[in-house]
């Protein structure tokens, strides 16, 4: 089992910055991929971007190539969402999810099944 906790949401103004976090405890030894998706009211979850364990490796949204940036510092088992640039459709909450390759249920994205899943925080971007 793997717990994610994700912070740093928050309302900010079109343009602006934000930095998303996410701590994970549990089974971290595993050494899994990790992810950020977000759902906006009414829409359904889309990924957002990820990153392998090494951080060697990483992929993103078309829609946010180029203003986020996904970096993880395994000695604290965290990772991290940059926002840049943000925009009033970035308005989602926000989820961290982590690689799981036992899960039953899972949801792939960029060839990682992630089964692991944070609570998620709010990004609410005004005009």
């Known amino acids: 089992q793997v717990q994610l906790v994700e912070s740093g949401g928050g309302l900010v103004q079109a343009g602006g910055s934000l930095r998303l976090s996410c701590a994970a405890s549990?089974?971290?030894?595993?050494?899994?991929?990790m992810g950020w998706f977000r759902q906006a009211s009414g829409k359904e979850r889309e990924f957002v971007a990820t990153?392998?364990?090494?951080?060697?490796?990483?992929y993103y949204a078309d829609s946010v190539q180029g203003r986020f940036a996904i970096s993880r510092d395994n000695a604290k088992n965290t990772v991290y969402l940059l926002l840049n640039s943000l925009k009033p459709e970035d308005t989602a909450r926000y989820y961290c999810?982590?690689?799981?390759?036992?899960?039953?249920?899972?949801?792939?994205?960029?060839?990682?099944?992630?089964?692991?899943w944070g609570q998620g925080t709010q990004v609410t971007v005004s005009s």
């Open positions: 999810a982590a690689e799981c390759t036992s899960c039953i249920t899972t949801v792939q994205a960029m060839g990682v099944p992630y089964g692991y």
């Open positions: 990153i392998n364990w090494s951080g060697g490796r990483t």
């Open positions: 549990g089974r971290t030894f595993s050494r899994p991929a």
